[in-house]
């Protein structure tokens, strides 16, 4: 995991100080950050790009994807997985978060009703293993940005926003375009969620893997996650895990956490930090 700590030294030492948004217990902070800095790039081949150098709750990482996948936009279906990630932004009665990324895989809103986008990936997925010359060979896309059907303003809108897939030599790659990246707590559950998502829809269309790579516009550390930064900079990385997918897996849709693990994972000691809101 060298390529994310080495864009995380790069902003922490010569990333802008700038004012953004989100608060912290209601006390607004400052971020340090760069616009599109190079991407990261793992070959997923390699290992499984989850973070080593703070632990990472990996269960809670599976919980997440697979309620993406679901469609669900109700944190009670978390809570349910003791999974409380998503606390911060719900309704504290109803568990609504409103047309998150749920909804926008699974619902999509249009001029002509609502697209299951997973459904049509899927699907896309294997014509173009059938055939390369296929016509969707390059719209294998994801998007969580819907402009016509946006959650409240307080809740966090399609921060991982545009994912394109390319099937080359019977290997599924990605390409992830995140808007917005809180390089400290979110973007090591990003990498790890959208490389798992990779392998996901890899088994079901019966193909390898390939890369993943992560791309940025706003990547950014805030002020109060200096010290934790500073902390995970002086350790050294470990070597990746192996991702373990059940056989039983042959469909999308109804996949178990039981059915998806990791083995051999090391990792240094967990490195907390307060999510601003």
Known sequence: MEQYLTLLRRIRHHGTDKPQRAKVEGKSLLCRSLFAPEPMRFD????????????????????????????STNNHDLLAEKVRIWDAWADPVSGELGPVYGKQWR?????????DQIANLVR?????KADPWHHAARRLLLTAWNPGDMPPP????????????????????????QRSADMLLGV??????????????????????GRYVHSFGDAHIYENHFA??????TRTPLPPPRLVLSDDITSIDG???????????????????DVAV
């Open 154 to 177: 307080r809740v966090p809108t399609g921060c991982h926003t545009f994912a394109q897939f390319n099937v080359t030599d019977g290997k599924l790659s990605c390409h992830l375009y």
């Open 107 to 115: 619902r999509w809103e249009g001029p002509h009703g609502t697209v």
């Open 44 to 71: 997923l081949e390699a290992g499984f790009p989850l973070v080593t150098t703070k632990r990472m709750p990996f269960r809670q990482i599976a919980v997440e994807l697979l309620w993406f996948l679901s469609g």
């Open 255 to 273: 996949i178990r956490v039981d059915q998806i693990r990791v083995e051999g994972y090391e990792h240094h000691a967990p490195i907390k930090g």
């Open 228 to 233: 934790q930064v500073d902390e995970q900079l």
């Open 188 to 209: 090591p559950f990003n990498i790890a969620s959208y490389a798992l998502l990779t392998h996901l829809l890899a088994k079901v269309t019966g193909l390898g893997v």
């Open 124 to 128: 896309d997925i294997a014509a173009v």
